[in-house]
């Protein structure tokens, strides 16, 4: 089960900009937008740029590299609404933000407990 991580104070991202962070083994681009914040998978799926450092207007991040646009609160691929990048869950705890990344497999297998005991006598 994931937690929520600390990733920065509240105030260190600029209204409209974006940063990006690590949070277990994924890069996480978190907004502040309307003065609320977002956070979506940091990479673009055109060729890879980081969509922390794009600009927000409008709730939308254009990416650095070829203004594809997403919203950032849900990730959504704005030209083409079917698609998008991950989005994750942000709170504010005090002054700090953070943020929570499900764990990779997301799958519900549920591995049962096999113990085995070798008693002979
Ligand atoms: S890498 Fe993001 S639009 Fe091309």
Redesign the pocket.
Known sequence: MSEFVTVAKVGAIPEGEGATFTVGDRLVAVFLSDGKYHAIDDL??????S?GEGHVEDGVVS??????RFRVSDGTWCDNPKLGVDCFEVRIEGDEIQVRVPPPAESADESEDASSDEASG
């Open positions: 673009c799926p055109h060729m890879g740029a969509l990416c650095p590299w070829h203004a594809w």
